[in-house]
């Protein structure tokens, strides 16, 4: 006589209690929690070098994917309910597709996530786009048996979800959008986790307030139809308003710490050389043992098994040893890392901007040409110190130690609509009748600019800032 299946439970700091029930498709989900790939994401921290100075920010992906599997439940109830209400039938594959592809989204992680990623992409390592692992794991391997259970081509609708890049439905939207489970769940956990007070989002009045509702799609001349996407009632539009400034709250204050972005420079840094070494058969200079997993990785960058073994518990314990290194720079490097001494930042824009700023009453029109100007002036500033950092680095590239490391990086509060991601990437907001976009409904929203940074963090004090100064002002002189 069979049993029917155990539900089971998993107790979070955020949502609190997270269910799987007894279904096959809850079953099934819950069987891919307990696959290793998966396991392995309670090993990467969500938020990476963020501990330091965070203390509490070591909440992991683990956590995250989890909760990011809740709040798309929540939110494909809401879509139950609109098609019910209209006397349709809920599309129950393109459900069960979504959900799975929410809680399997991060699999693909590597250590420190996107710090290892920047690392991928300096060294051209195919191993460290979490994208491109992600879709490997979830196509074949453990993961892919579980999901057979619910079709053969399940596993392969999942993956599809989560490469597209765009929502393709409604469903999808709850997995990639402005406004998905994704982003709901990590920016209430990263505030909760990092402490910071400021970033807080009226999630259950949002939540309340979220209807689907339908609207035209192309351009005046030539409509193509209509859709049906998620819509934030009026009601909510201050909330709406609150969660995309929230979100660019968080980076400057988390995401683009200072401190933090030091440590994945630094973090970068250590695996580019360690990765450079072991390719010059120079694996005596990193310290670290023939067999150590970053050593495997190194050696066959191209074997997901080797890349799956790395995670940020590997790279911890690795850094002892590393401060033992030959190797100047890992030596170095690894002894900042292990003590928290991360080097000097200096902000380039801010010192920039202070010599560029509009005087006090300044018409909008001088005011925007202040800002073009500023940006000029951080591209030119970055030349000329990729120029000065070129003519003084030493001849033995696997033995110098760079003198400074920059650090330039953009994010948008809101993304206006683009054709390459379709309306379902929107956030809308009911007004009356009409469902406006965002950036249509909200002066605030629409006045938002991009959050951008440049800086430079200095590994050797004598002479550099210095240099940056003069360099800065014989950019910034009229």
Not at 130 to 151: Q, R, T
Not at 236 to 251: D, G, K, P
Not at 441 to 452: D, I, K, R, W
Request: one cysteine or more.
């Amino acid at each position: 006589m069979s049993t029917r299946p155990k539900p089971q439970r998993i107790r979070d700091p955020l949502h609190n209690l997270i269910e799987f029930d007894s279904s096959q498709f809850e079953q099934v989900l819950w069987k891919v929690i307990q696959t290793k790939p998966f396991q392995r994401l309670r090993r990467v921290r969500q938020l990476g070098f963020s501990e330091l100075v965070f203390p509490g920010a070591t909440h992991t992906r683990f956590a995250h994917s989890v909760g990011a599997y809740y709040i798309a439940r929540r939110l494909m109830k809401i879509i139950k309910n609109h098609i019910q209400l209209k006397g349709g039938q809920p599309k129950d594959h393109q459900e069960k597709v979504a959900l799975a592809a929410t809680l399997v989204h991060d699999v693909g992680h590597g250590m420190f996530s996107h710090a290892f990623e920047d690392v991928g992409k300096k060294t051209g390592l195919k191993m460290a786009e979490h994208e491109h692992v992600s879709n490997e794991l979830i196509c074949s391997g453990e993961i892919s048996e579980v999901f057979k259970e619910l079709g053969s081509g399940f596993a392969n609708d999942v993956a599809n979800v989560i490469g597209r890049g765009r929502p393709g439905n409604l469903y999808d939207a709850v997995v990639s959008s402005q406004f998905d489970a994704d982003r709901l769940d990590y920016m209430q956990r990263d505030r909760l986790m990092t402490g910071v007070q400021n970033s807080g989002i009226d999630f259950t009045w949002l939540i309340n307030n979220l209807e689907v509702g339908e609207i035209q799609i192309g351009t005046d001349e030539q409509e193509s139809g209509s859709i049906e996407t998620f819509v934030i009632g009026n009601k909510a539009s201050y909330a709406a308003e609150t969660y995309i400034l929230a979100l660019f709250h968080l980076y400057p204050t988390v995401y683009y710490h200072k401190t933090t972005r030091g440590a994945e420079k630094i973090f970068s840094e250590i695996m580019i050389r360690l990765i450079n070494l072991v390719n010059d058969n120079s694996i005596e200079k990193t310290a670290l043992p023939s067999n150590h997993p970053i050593i495997r990785f190194a050696q066959d960058s191209n074997c997901i098994e080797k890349a799956l073994a790395l995670d940020d518990t590997v790279f911890w314990g690795a850094l002892p040893m590393l401060t033992e290194a030959k190797d100047p720079l890992i030596n170095k490097f690894s002894k900042w890392l292990l003590l928290r001494n991360i080097p000097k930042c200096i902000d380039i824009k801010q010192k920039i901007t202070a010599k560029i700023r509009a005087n006090y009453g300044s018409s909008p029109e001088e005011i925007e040409e202040c800002k073009k100007k500023i940006d000029r002036v951080v591209i030119s500033v970055k030349e000329s110190i990729e120029e000065f950092l070129k003519q003084t680095e030493t001849n033995s590239i696997t033995n110098s130690v760079p003198r400074l490391l920059l650090d330039q990086a953009e994010r948008s509060p809101y993304k206006r609509f683009q054709e390459s991601k379709g309306s379902l990437n929107q956030i809308n907001i009911r007004q009356g009748e009409n469902i406006l976009d965002m950036a249509e409904a909200s002066q605030m929203v629409s006045g938002l600019e991009p959050f951008s940074l440049f800086r430079a963090y200095v590994t050797d004090d004598t002479k550099i800032r210095e240099q940056l100064d003069q360099i800065i002002a014989r950019e910034t002189e009229e």
